[in-house]
């Protein structure tokens, strides 16, 4: 009878214990997924990295707009915006965290003015001067989590 109620609470605490693993591996999962975006609103420069077309990664350091809690990235006629257009998988280094993101286009034209008086409004007259160059600034991209991450 005891050889039967040790293997039973054994089971017991062995299924516990998986589920409480489970429920960790989840809960960090949304964890990551729901970052406070908010708390990076005053970091001017994170680091972008995205794919070459020949597989090697292209770091680029670039300016960061979080607008309603969101982080939002731009860029005109640039290398690393067409590798964004072909492979939207990025990764953003931001301070001393590693973010494992998707850049999605904005083509919304209400949010584009938005997030075009939002980088106005933050970078100022290095604004102003970039505005200047042919293409500049012309493709906005939201960075979501990626699927599955």
Same mark, same amino acid.
């Not at 969101?70 to 965290?97: C, F, I, M, Q």
């Not at 970039?130 to 906005?140: V, Y």
């Given at each position: 009878?005891?050889?039967?109620?040790?293997?039973s609470v054994g089971t017991a605490a062995r299924r516990l214990a998986w589920t409480g693993c489970l429920l960790v591996a989840l809960l960090g999962a949304s964890a990551a997924t729901a970052f406070d975006w908010k708390t990076m609103a005053g970091v001017?420069?994170? &680091?972008?990295? %995205?794919?070459?077309?020949?597989?090697?990664? *292209?770091?680029?350091? /670039?300016? @960061?707009? #979080?607008? +309603?809690?969101?982080?939002?990235?731009? &860029?005109?006629? %640039?290398?690393?915006?067409?590798?964004?257009? *072909?492979?939207?998988? /990025?990764? @953003?280094? #931001?301070? +001393?965290?590693?973010?494992?993101?998707?850049?999605?286009?904005?083509?919304?034209?209400?949010?584009?003015? *938005?997030?075009?008086?939002?980088?106005?409004?933050?970078?100022?007259?290095?604004?102003?001067?970039?505005?200047?160059?042919?293409?500049?600034?012309?493709?906005?991209? *939201?960075?979501?989590?990626?699927?599955?991450?």
């Amino acid at each position: 009878m005891q050889h039967v109620l040790r293997d039973s609470v054994g089971t017991a605490a062995r299924r516990l214990a998986w589920t409480g693993c489970l429920l960790v591996a989840l809960l960090g999962a949304s964890a990551a997924t729901a970052f406070d975006w908010k708390t990076m609103a005053g970091v001017n420069t994170v &680091t972008v990295t %995205t794919t070459n077309e020949d597989g090697t990664p *292209r770091e680029t350091t /670039v300016w @960061l707009l #979080v607008l +309603d809690g969101y982080p939002y990235l731009r &860029t005109g006629s %640039t290398r690393w915006g067409a590798n964004v257009e *072909r492979d939207p998988d /990025v990764k @953003l280094h #931001v301070g +001393d965290r590693d973010f494992l993101l998707r850049a999605v286009r904005v083509t919304d034209p209400t949010l584009s003015e *938005r997030l075009q008086q939002g980088f106005r409004e933050k970078y100022g007259w290095s604004d102003a001067v970039l505005g200047l160059l042919p293409g500049a600034g012309t493709k906005l991209f *939201r960075v979501d989590p990626r699927p599955g991450s």
